[in-house]
């Protein structure tokens, strides 16, 4: 498999047409070792260095399994999702100090570190090994104030990671919609669809 010349995915919307150009494509632009990016939310006490590196093994089973991801790459109907199918193979097989994901840029890290900073009053312990705070999500366009971990401040409220908003399609919960929460844990998720279907919820 030559890997060398390889057009980027993103650039070549029509001549990409294979799984496999498009692969070839993330996994060469994934030469370059990344600044550190260790997000200490999420994975606090941890350094970038010890992050996983490089796994053949990854690799292979992605080789070996070609035709299933070329049905799967094919079944997408859209350039920027077909690209994203391509670059979580490669994420897993040359790891995060590699290869970045479409959510890994500055306006991230910008919300991280000023979330991050935030020490929020009478911090407990949830009985998981994680402190919930009371976070005043004013600021982020709700008008309120909800005991949780910083993460469903960043993720849930910040980021609204459950909403869509791309040129060609938006998807979000709206008034009068249903949604159902499967899997609930702290009840943020729950709290923000109640929000958006159900403007008039506590």
Not at 99 to 123: E, F, M, N
């Amino acid at each position: 498999m030559a890997l060398g010349g390889t057009q980027p995915c993103e650039d070549s919307v029509v001549s990409t047409t294979s799984f496999l150009e498009c692969y070839a494509s993330e996994l060469t632009q994934g030469a370059d070792i990344l600044d550190d990016r260790m997000d200490e939310l999420r994975f606090p006490g941890r350094q970038f260095a010890d992050l996983p590196g490089t796994s053949s093994a990854e690799l292979a089973d992605t080789v070996v399994r070609l035709e299933e991801h070329q049905q799967a790459w094919s079944s997408l109907t859209d350039q920027a999702s077909r690209r994203l199918y391509a670059r979580l193979l490669a994420f897993r097989a040359l790891g995060a100090k590699h290869v970045t994901l479409p959510l890994d840029d500055q306006k991230y890290w910008d919300v991280h570190r000023t979330i991050a900073a935030i020490s929020p009053p009478s911090p407990v312990d949830d009985g998981f090994g994680f402190t919930l705070g009371v976070y005043d999500l004013a600021s982020f366009g709700f008008n309120f104030s909800l005991r949780c971990h910083a993460l469903n401040v960043l993720d849930t409220f910040a980021l609204r990671q459950y909403e869509l908003d791309r040129a060609e399609a938006a998807v979000r919960a709206r008034p009068g919609e249903v949604v159902i929460d499967g899997g609930a844990a702290w009840g943020d998720t729950a709290l923000f669809l109640a929000l958006l279907t159900y403007p008039w919820a506590p």
